[in-house]
């Protein structure tokens, strides 16, 4: 079973300011991590995904997450807020190919993150 | 690349009527995915197909709920009847799974989805 916790609902920065967006899961199998993007009316656009190999995994628009996997986190960083940053950002674990359970995608419950002028 | 299409963006339906929304997956694409969106409860996946069979559809709500694939280009999920607590946006996915071995999935490709109000 697999389960993912956003922590902040709503996050609110200034342009300019770091953003930090935190996600912790938990997976009985290695897990495949992602990061979507949600802006109004639209469907989710994948950001990143961790898979295997460098746990530091770069993404579109200047966005990053590192997976740590003693911490079972995958936060989305990224160094300087942009005002069309502003969109719900969503978290989701996958199994691997382990018992062929890969395509079930568990997302959390999304973080709005606002971005001030 | 036109992207996963969804139709209609919007609609607006009385209680007990029949709803039809529709899907046509990005081409090339293997497997289908049919998710539910709302405040409440998030985005809940509904039912997979992979190569238009049904694999998954334990996350159909109950039996109002059917969804089909009859070709690789097309799937609909029907309700019928609706009910209030239908309302939510139901979006449609797309990714490809290579055929053999345990080759990685590609990432999921969302529609725009469809805003279901059921009055």
């Known amino acids: 079973a697999q389960s993912v916790t956003q922590l902040g609902s709503h996050v609110s920065v200034s342009e300019g300011a770091l953003v930090l967006l935190r996600c912790n899961y938990s997976s009985s199998v290695p897990p495949y991590l992602f990061w979507y993007v949600q802006y109004p009316n639209q469907g989710l656009q994948l950001l990143l995904k961790?898979?295997?190999?460098?746990?530091l995994v770069k993404g579109i628009n200047g966005f990053e997450a590192e997976f740590k996997k003693s911490e079972t986190s995958f936060h989305l960083t990224k160094p300087s807020a942009h005002m069309s940053d502003a969109a719900e950002y969503f978290c989701?674990?996958?199994?691997?190919?382990?018992?062929?359970?890969?395509?079930?995608?568990?997302f959390g419950k999304g973080t709005l993150l606002t971005v001030n002028p | 690349d036109a992207g996963v299409i969804q139709s209609p963006r919007h609609e607006v339906t009385e209680m007990g009527q029949e709803v039809t929304l529709r899907c046509k997956p990005i081409s090339g694409h293997n497997s289908l995915f049919w998710y539910r969106q709302t405040m409440m409860r998030g985005l809940e996946l509904l039912i997979y197909?992979?190569?238009?069979?049904?694999?998954?559809d334990s996350g159909m709500p109950e039996d109002r709920f059917s969804a089909k694939m009859p070709n690789a280009s097309f799937s609909t999920l029907k309700i019928q009847p609706s009910e209030p607590r239908d309302s939510a946006v139901y979006f449609c996915?797309?990714?490809?799974?290579?055929?053999?071995?345990?080759?990685?999935?590609?990432?999921?490709?969302f529609g725009n989805g469809t805003r279901l109000t059921v009055t």
């Open positions: 197909f992979n190569n238009n069979v049904p694999i998954d």
């Open positions: 989701a674990v996958s199994g691997t190919n382990s018992g062929g359970s890969n395509y079930k995608l568990t």
């Open positions: 961790y898979t295997t190999g460098a746990t």
């Open positions: 996915a797309s990714s490809h799974k290579p055929l053999l071995g345990a080759g990685e999935r590609s990432p999921l490709h």
